[in-house]
């Protein structure tokens, strides 16, 4: 570790006489910087899958960014508004850039936005020509097979049951299917996990865009967010930006996630400064019923059907949704005013009873929703300007309130600072809510956020974050209401193209079980481009974890990763190695692992004990006509293995492995025709 922090000082010594060069960042480095974000959070990956799935899509067919529309823009999360709409404002004045350095010249534009852009959008001479997209439909298949080089307990012979636990073989499967034309798109998709019975999930959509005034008809699987994400939305915004938005409008479903999808019909209607969106949703729930059968107690989201009892727990009751939103914009030169207002009617066909037994250690249900019918209603509103930016919602469920209101203020390029309120009450009541929260669930919550990010030298970047969160009713394991708080601070340097290096600290306080628990992280991160082609990345990471008990009880995990990314044989094929060593005494100071993955899908994985986690990726995509790049063919292959030293057994109950070695193999194909 001083072998690292002396690099690190010494390319800070080194970039106060280097001439700045902009860093694009690399598609790894935008997925492992989203992942930092809920890192400790198990019940928001999922979300964050998905997000990350919407945004390879925009990474694989980015738009111009010379002829960028506000929906365009408006898809990509890190862009606040005010960004947006000075993008839009340089871009009617000047028509175009001519080369991503131009992004320097547009004011307001932070400093992380400039380095995403390129990831999802392109310049190019077409948009001088104004040409209009090709009205050819076209084509794109995938699949992909996981094969798992080892046996878990869940497929061995019980005696007792006289067959497997597991329903299903080892495989994992999926495939996809989209046909897309200027103004329509059909897509259908089919899934299996590992121990699952043939293809458990399956789905798809029709839409339709632009057709008079409607924007979009989509009937099928899809997302929908609104606002600050209050009532309803389609994905939960970090800490690291105030200014970050909820994915807002009406998006189809393009993972293969069983738990954050809706499954009816949506349409959207746009007149200009006036827009309307409504909404029908009905979909299967899968949930544990009480012991007298009279109602539902538990639902679950894990979406696994592997053994009989997880099968049984299927759709066990239907969820009926229907809602709507509206909203009013207005442009006046640098200022942007909105308001708006959304509404949700949910109904389940059976009631939730989530405490049937009333006893002290099930006290935290007590605020749980319970029956069958819930209203929510809310109101949205912004404003922004140059340096100004503020927006929020209020929404009540006509049993509880909440509130989410924030506010960002840039005095000069170089300085932003932004505040985040947030009240959600105890009764109050929002399945579909993703707006910032410290819990799973947004209700029983107060808390404010406090962001500060500064670039005193072009090649350095200051970026920090106070959460400050209190628990009015008791949360989970405990007995009293409690708080917490989480703070970080990070530091990025980029000499050059060639450099960059970024230090991160981070600081959670947070009670669990009556006890005060306290975790340190830190990252330690270098990477190194030699050339357009080749890119090295090491990571060094800590973690302290201090339990506030009688012993005070300490646990103390590192970690070391290292990853080689190349581009060979002009770029057809690519190649990413890493080898990573983890040595975590305790699942409390887990250190997170992050891998390249294969594509449309993530990896970053918590592992403790002692131990080495090393893999490999190839893909080799080509096109399939000379006359049209944009018809390509991929294959890819993906060879994990993990290898413990201080034990012989690898997890616990059904997926027991009995062996200190786990090896994976995965095989993607993909055509775009």
Same mark, same amino acid.
């Given at each position: ?128 020509? @104004? ?88 009937? @099928? ?156 209603? @809310? ?156 890119? *090295? ?61 294969? *594509? ?74």
């Amino acid at each position: 570790m001083i072998q690292f922090f002396a690099l690190l000082l010494f390319l800070l010594s080194v970039s106060l006489t280097a001439r700045s060069q902009e860093q694009p960042l690399s598609w790894g480095e935008f997925v492992e910087n989203m992942y930092e974000e809920v890192k400790d959070d198990e019940d928001n990956l999922d979300d964050i899958q998905q997000r990350l799935i919407d945004l390879e899509e925009l990474h694989r067919h980015p738009f111009n960014f010379n002829t960028a529309t506000s929906g365009q823009l408006s898809a990509l999360p890190f862009l606040d508004n005010n960004e947006i709409d000075q993008i839009l404002l340089y871009l009617s004045k000047h028509r175009r850039i001519d080369s991503w350095g131009e992004l320097l010249l547009i004011k307001g534009l932070r400093f992380e936005s400039i380095r995403s852009l390129p990831l999802f959008c392109t310049i190019g001479e077409e948009s001088i020509e @104004g040409k209009t997209p090709s009205r050819k439909p076209t084509h794109s298949f995938d699949t992909r097979l996981d094969i798992p080089l080892y046996t878990r307990k869940g497929f061995m012979w019980d005696d007792k049951l006289k067959t497997t636990p597991y329903v299903g073989d080892k495989l994992a499967h999926r495939m996809h299917y989209k046909l897309q034309t200027q103004r329509a798109e059909i897509a259908l998709y089919a899934s299996k996990s590992t121990g699952e019975r043939f293809y458990d999930n399956y789905g798809g959509y029709v839409a339709l865009k632009n057709i008079g005034f409607m924007d979009q008809i989509l009937i @099928g699987d899809y997302r929908i967010g609104f606002g600050e994400g209050l009532v309803i939305g389609r994905g939960s915004p970090g800490k690291s930006n105030t200014n970050a938005r909820t994915p807002q409008g009406i998006r189809a479903q393009q993972g293969f996630s069983e738990t954050y999808r809706l499954r009816g019909m949506v349409f959207g209607l746009n007149f200009g400064t006036f827009e309307a969106q409504a909404f029908a949703s009905a979909r299967g729930l899968d949930g544990t019923m009480t012991r007298d059968s009279s109602g539902i107690q538990t639902l679950i989201t894990n979406g696994y059907h592997r053994t009989q009892s997880e099968l049984d727990r299927k759709n066990a009751l239907w969820e009926l949704l229907a809602g709507g939103h509206v909203q009013w914009n207005k442009q006046v030169e640098h200022h942007r005013f909105f308001i708006g207002a959304s509404g949700l009617w949910r109904h389940t066909t059976r009631p939730l009873i989530p405490r049937p037994e009333r006893t002290r250690a099930t006290v935290y249900r007590d605020i749980y929703p319970q029956g069958q019918d819930w209203g929510t209603v @809310g109101v949205n509103y912004g404003w922004s300007a140059y340096r100004w930016s503020a927006a929020g919602e209020t929404a009540t469920s006509f049993g509880g309130w909440g509130t989410v209101e924030r506010i960002s203020y840039k005095p000069s390029e170089r300085f932003e600072a932004g505040a985040v309120f947030r009240y959600y009450s105890d009764r109050f009541q929002s399945a579909h809510a993703t707006s910032l929260s410290e819990n799973s669930r947004r209700q029983n919550e107060t808390g404010v956020l406090l962001r500060l990010a500064a670039r005193p030298w072009d090649m350095i970047l200051l970026e920090s974050y106070a959460d400050f969160f209190y628990f009015h009713w008791p949360r989970f394991g405990m007995s009293s209401s409690d708080s917490g708080q989480d703070i970080m601070g990070q530091i990025s340097v980029a000499p050059g193209r060639r450099h960059h290096t970024a230090l991160r600290y981070n600081l959670k306080r947070k009670s669990v079980r009556d006890q005060m628990n306290t975790s340190h992280r830190l990252k330690l991160q270098y990477a190194f481009t030699p050339h357009e082609r080749l890119r *090295w990345q090491c990571s060094a990471l800590l973690r302290c974890y201090t339990i506030d008990d009688k012993l005070q009880t300490r646990h103390l995990g590192w970690g070391l990763v290292q990853n080689l990314r190349m581009r060979l044989l002009r770029q057809r094929l690519q190649g990413v190695f890493s080898a990573g060593y983890f040595d975590s005494p305790a699942y409390l100071c887990s250190i997170y692992l992050y891998e390249p993955a294969l *594509w449309n899908s993530t990896d970053y994985t918590a592992y403790y004990g002692q131990g080495i986690r090393s893999a490999l990726t190839l893909r080799w995509s080509d096109s399939l006509s000379k006359s049209n790049r944009k018809k390509i063919w991929m294959l890819e292959l993906k060879y994990g293995v993990t290898y413990y030293f201080d034990r012989d057994i690898i997890s616990s109950a059904l997926q027991q492995i009995f062996s200190p070695l786990k090896q994976d193999v995965s095989f993607q194909l993909r055509f775009d025709i």
